[in-house]
């Protein structure tokens, strides 16, 4: 099987089976052979049993890995992980969750997926079927924090403070760690929703440019190459973003850019 989940095969091209069990497959694959083919017998003889699993993190009730089930859709996971977080404001239990501000990864790509007309409108044609290997996050509407990532020699989380700016973030994760300056990409409003600015430190430390203002939630990821698209961006800062909302993240895990 495909890392999309499809089998390819003779006379009736391809078969999506990902979530299925061995009966279901074989079911599936007969039906379409049946087109063809008199009372057709089909068997699947695997090279290795492995179980797929799907990763679901953040502001959900027990976060952690998944087997993949027959089927298994994103709100399936979200049930398995017992349903969204929920927390204590002025003596109410309200959902803690951000939806808006949730995604799902898929080889290394961030999916179409909006979690808010999902969960909180119905809207079926986000509940999408996960593969192994998908990675959900579901951001906290209450904690306030901003991540850097890539060329510094702390990559983390840290608590937003009022009037934060790029040169003090830097500054909180260790300083540049290979050159004197740097290239800076702050990602704002979510990998769903972004809008993304570029700042240059060298200016910034030149006075040609006035410290870029950080926001809560941004995403700032300090590197010596430019990006000519979002994607090429996000392709950098997913690996190590989702090491830190897994709450694995260890140096070696962080793009060195020292060894490009």
Known sequence: MKNDGYISLQMIGEVYVAGMTLPEAVSEIEKYYAKYLRDPKVSIIPRELKSANVTIMG?????????????????DVIAEANGLSTGYVNGDTIEISDLTGAYLVRDNRILPVDFYELVRKGNMIHNIPVLDGDFIYIPSLINQEVYILGNVKSPSKYPYKENMTVMQMIAHAGGIDTGSYANVYIIRGGLNHPRVFEVSTKAILKGNVQDFPIKQNDIVYVSRDFFSSFNELVGKVLPGLQAIQSGWMIKGFIEDEINK
């Open 59 to 75: 502001k959900v009730k027990q976060p952690g890995n998944y087997e993949i089930t027959s089927n298994m859709r994103v709100l």
